[in-house]
């Protein structure tokens, strides 16, 4: 019941023009009145943004804010992944029953979250990590690797949320939600899907990098609102570092898995 009561109010808000209204509000130059308090509330450290508070002009801005460069250590080392973005890990672990992963005990096809069967087919029995990002982390988004974008294509129209309400009652919005999905060649042979899950209304996922090659640590584009980033990884590809906890916080660039 409370499943279905969540995803009929959701419905009944999903639309142009919530998306519109959102955006018009964040976007007002009187949304910058907002900006200070909305940094005290999430406890944002002010001291790591790339300019003065009082120089964004809303909120907007705010929310998509770089870092000064010193901000974020990238690990180093060519085998070892660095996280893409500030997030919580929200889920981690074995692909099972050859293509399905499993996020706060629903399960979610890679068929329905890649769009295709031969897609999918390439991270059959593999790993997969979920970075869920709230209001109060940094919007930016990184290469976890170097590496040649191979493919990169859309899914998904709408964007419904996906916090710990979204994700347990919502209609499986990793797979469902607008959608970014980058496939990455990190070696001659071995590829990772990096997927940028839109949420809360607004499909805004903006790149920065359209070249197809990405350097670890390098910024590649941003989420307008709060969102997830899913990694996928083939069979026998990689093992995940013992910081990877699920529930736990992790910063973009620090080090979670490594190749085999």
Do not use: C
Not at 17 to 37: D, E, M
Not at 65 to 82: E, H, N
Not at 138 to 163: F, M
């Amino acid at each position: 019941m409370k499943e279905r009561i969540y995803q009929g109010m959701i419905e009944l808000t999903n639309g142009r023009g919530s998306s519109a209204f959102l955006k018009k509000i964040a976007t007002s130059p009187y949304s910058k009145k907002l900006i200070r308090s909305y940094s005290k509330v999430y406890e944002i450290n002010i001291d790591e943004v790339s300019k003065n508070i009082e120089s964004f002009t809303n909120l907007h801005e705010f929310f998509t804010r770089s870092l000064k460069l010193d901000a974020r250590p990238i690990a180093q080392g060519a085998t070892v992944f660095a996280s893409p973005v500030d997030a919580k890990i929200e889920a981690f672990g074995d692909i099972i029953d050859s293509m399905t992963l499993t996020v706060k005990n629903k399960p979610y096809s890679l068929v329905d979250l890649l769009g295709s069967e031969r897609m999918a087919a390439n991270y059959r029995d593999g790993k997969y990590i979920v970075f869920y990002l709230s209001p109060a982390d940094y919007h930016r988004i990184h290469s976890p690797i170097d590496a040649e974008v191979v493919r990169q294509y859309v899914l998904g129209q709408k964007s419904y949320p996906v916090n710990r309400l979204g994700l347990t009652y919502g209609k499986k919005p990793i797979s469902h939600n607008y959608r970014m999905i980058s496939e990455l060649a990190y070696s001659p042979h071995r590829q990772a899907a990096f997927i940028k899950v839109g949420a809360t209304f607004v499909n805004s996922i903006q790149l920065t990098n359209v070249t197809d090659v990405w350097t670890k640590g390098e910024e590649v584009g941003y989420f307008t609102f709060g969102s997830t980033v899913v990694m996928l990884f083939e069979e026998n590809a990689i093992e995940f570092h013992e910081n990877v906890v699920q529930g736990y916080p992790i910063r973009m660039g620090e080090a979670f898995a490594n190749m085999l």
